[in-house]
């Protein structure tokens, strides 16, 4: 789960979603975390956060919001699979109606009331949800915010169109049929059978990207072509990665508060940081030592840190497909046992400010600070190379002198990862030393930022990579990551067993058992060894003090039309 940035599209990755297309989002890797030796108090509560939460009228009206991220856009339509990131879906969010629900801090979900008049079940068997759009909502195109754009996203996205390159259908493929109910704002989504996390299937697709699977898979790679929120795009500057966004003159809701927002990508943290110091930022997301060491000395003076410890974590995925070194589950489980968890995250942000019982993440889907959290590791999750070594030679290898190898080919792996990530770059020693002691040999091979998901991650081509994941409130939101056939399942690793697991889960509607299915199956995941959880990455955000409704989030939903300077600020000034 970190895809995006909150959606249930499924998770977004960071480099980071959307409606409930799979729950998490992509994040390239920048995300810090570990043992600290620079925190201090106790693990933050998963229903707190730190936004320096205003009223509107509070808040002037003007100035410049100057924001970065460290990977531009490689598709800009949020339903696609390359799209479902984190940098995208924070851009996107101000712009689009990325998500027709909102989530406060403690996860609790409703409809966004800026798209959504009602968003209920009217029948628990079958289970029968409505969905209601607010009146007089139109796309930028002129085209109407109505019943057909929620139609385009449960037909879309339930994966039954040919050569539509989805995020995940997760969730979609349980709807039996969408109707249109007593107006044209009003859909009728009819399940087969149960679905716990029905809320996040809500969502609207304009017909632009509906109608061919060309439009929907290329039509978006330079830009959005049809917004619909508190602000519109100014200018997108591909050659120099800027996007200026501007208040949309056309939009019904609460005024944007904003002169303009501007997305800047910065690959290099260093120099994210180095912009924030010299005042060319106005927020910095410090999640790692290259950053954090730079503006630490400027909190409190006009400056504050915000931190959360939300749904994200980070992760080492690994390539189980056939034919690659690691599609032996025994080879994979022995990966597990020579990586010292411990070490890596101090490897990574021995100094980064996590609390004194900061705890090491043993579950994929739930947070060490999660109801219903458990530890279902056992020996997967132990440091131990002499059992990885056994674990190879019950694979069929041999050492030979210090490398492992089997009918005479040695065992070697490729680590691929963004460059200009400073996680990864504090990562890859750590492990490939740890990799060779076994007998393991570790290449490493960095590529674009922007490349990372789409030429490398999702096709792939990799052994093992690292990066985050962005969750939602939404337990079944990850579930395209640990389904055999997931969409997000990138590494190809599963089982039946586990498949029914996660499906189990989906439609349990009783809180304590889904719980408990959830855990079985996350016991399975240590067991397939295909993604070895690392930690719970927290929201830290420094940022300056004048700024309201913005910063370490959490569970919670951005609401753009409440993002602005306080009253009497210097920034309102530009």
């Not at 299937?201 to 990207?209: E, F, I, K, S």
């Amino acid at each position: 789960m970190r895809l995006t940035r909150r959606s249930m599209l499924g998770a977004t990755a960071l480099t980071v979603s959307m409606g409930a297309l799979a729950a998490c989002s992509q994040d390239p890797g920048n995300s810090g975390g570990g043992a600290s030796d620079g925190g201090g108090g106790e693990q933050i509560a998963s229903d707190e956060n730190d936004i320096n939460a205003m009223e509107r009228d509070e808040l002037g009206e003007g100035g410049v919001l100057r924001l970065a991220n460290n990977a531009f856009p490689a598709n800009w339509n949020p339903f696609h699979t390359d799209g479902n990131e984190a940098n995208t879906s924070d851009m996107l969010r101000a712009i689009f109606p990325l998500e027709v629900w909102a989530s406060d801090a403690a996860g609790e979900v409703g409809p966004n009331t800026h798209y959504l008049k009602r968003l209920e079940l009217t029948s628990e068997d079958p289970q029968v949800m409505e969905i209601e759009l607010n009146e007089g909502m139109s796309w930028s195109d002129g085209t109407p915010i109505d019943y057909t754009s929620i139609e385009n996203v449960f037909t879309t996205m339930n994966g039954s169109k040919e050569g539509y390159a989805v995020a995940s259908s997760e969730g979609y493929d349980l709807v039996e049929k969408v109707e249109q109910g007593d107006s044209d704002l009003i859909a009728v989504v009819t399940f087969k059978e149960k679905y716990a996390d029905w809320k996040g299937l809500a969502g609207v697709m304009p017909d632009a990207l509906a109608e061919s699977a060309d439009a929907f898979n290329s039509g978006w790679l330079e830009e959005p072509l049809v917004t619909a929120g508190p602000y519109k795009i100014g200018k997108i500057d591909s050659a120099n990665k800027t996007v200026l966004l501007e208040p949309d003159e056309n939009w019904w809701g609460d005024k944007a508060l904003l002169e303009q927002v501007l997305f800047t990508t910065i690959e290099d943290p260093a120099a994210t940081a180095t912009s924030f110091q010299n005042g060319q930022l106005d927020v910095i997301e410090t999640s790692v030592p290259a950053t954090y060491s730079v503006v630490e000395p400027m909190i409190g003076d006009g400056v504050s840190m915000r931190k959360a410890a939300g749904p994200d974590w980070t992760h080492i995925t690994l390539n189980g497909t056939e034919g690659r070194p690691l599609a032996d589950q025994s080879v994979r489980q022995a990966v597990f046992r020579a990586i010292d968890r411990e070490q890596v995250f101090l490897s990574v942000n021995a100094t980064m400010p996590y609390p004194d019982d900061f705890e090491q993440l043993n579950n994929h889907v739930l947070m060490t600070n999660q109801e219903g959290y458990k530890d279902n590791s056992g020996d997967f999750g132990a440091y131990d190379p002499e059992a990885a070594k056994k674990l190879l030679e019950d694979a069929g290898y041999t050492m030979e002198g210090d490398v492992a190898t089997k009918d005479g080919e040695p065992l070697e792996i490729t680590y691929v990862y963004n460059d200009g990530s400073k996680t990864n770059e504090a990562v890859v020693p750590v492990v490939k030393e740890a990799l060779a002691a076994v007998g393991i040999t570790m290449k490493v091979q960095k590529v674009p930022p922007t490349d990372l998901f789409s030429q490398y991650v999702i096709p792939g081509e990799f052994d093992l990579t690292l990066f985050g994941w962005v969750g939602t409130p939404f337990l079944s939101s990850s579930d395209a990551i640990w389904k055999t056939d997931g969409e997000q399942n990138f590494g190809k690793v599963g089982n039946p067993e586990t498949d029914e697991l996660v499906e189990k889960a989906a439609i349990e509607t009783d809180e304590a058992a889904r719980i408990d299915l959830i855990n079985q199956y996350d016991a399975n995941l240590w067991e397939l060894a295909g993604t070895l959880p690392l930690w719970q990455s927290y929201d830290f955000f420094v940022q300056n003090d004048d700024l309201a409704n913005f910063g370490a989030w959490g569970f919670q939903s951005p609401d753009w039309t409440k993002i602005g300077y306080v009253k009497g600020s210097a920034k309102l000034e530009g």
